[in-house]
Structures are given as C-alpha cells and as structure tokens.
C-alpha cells in the first residue's frame, strides 16, 4: 500500500512546479494553503455524507461512493502533505506507533 501514496507522493512533488494551466494539483499549490485545506474539508464532508448513506442503505453503489470520496480526501490531504513539505510516510510512521497502544492511552499521552 505505501507503494502507491508513495508513488502518489512523488507525482504531487513534481506537480507542485508545473503550470497552474496544465496541473490540477499546481493549481491548488499556486491558490495556497487555505483552498488546499477548503478542498480537504469539503472531501471530508462528502466521505461523512456518503459513509451516512452507506450505513442506511448499503448496496454496491453506495459501498463505491465511500471508496470514491474516500480517495478524493486522502489525495487532497496528500496534496497538504505535500504543500507543507510532509510526507505520507511521515504519517505512516506516525500510525506503526501506534500499533498495540490502547487509543485511549495514545490519545491522554498527547501534549496538545
């Protein structure tokens, strides 16, 4: 799995300089942190809606608009990842720390 945000990484990095015109994501870089975040909060609105959606009425299409919206909030939080100059491997390190910590534990052993 890392291999693909990995390989997602990489791209976003070489999009951050590449013509707002031509790039989606250079767009977003050249509009700034605040639209990148208004995408990421948008996304996750969506990923809330369809999840809600999903849970009353599970089919196959609903099941596909979580995956759908689920992706579309982890690119843009890439995307932020990357205009902050983090990586996901950053955050996946973050997550193998977690592993066998209660998150009860985890969550009172934060300073903030």
Request: glycine share 4%; hydrophobic share 40%; net charge negative.
């Amino acid at each position: 799995m890392s291999d693909i945000l990995n390989n997602l990484a990489r791209v976003l990095e070489q999009r951050k300089t590449a013509d707002s015109e031509d790039s989606y994501v250079a767009g977003l870089h050249e509009k700034g942190l605040n639209k990148i975040l208004e995408k990421v909060g948008e996304e996750a609105v969506e990923v809330i809606l369809a999840a809600k959606d999903c849970d009353s009425h599970s089919t196959e299409e609903h099941e596909l608009a979580v995956i759908r919206e689920t992706a579309d909030l982890w690119f843009h939080s890439m995307v932020m990842l990357s205009h902050l100059d983090l990586t996901p491997d950053q955050v996946l390190e973050e997550l193998e720390k977690r592993f066998n910590i209660s998150g009860l534990v985890e969550k009172a052993s934060r300073s903030n």
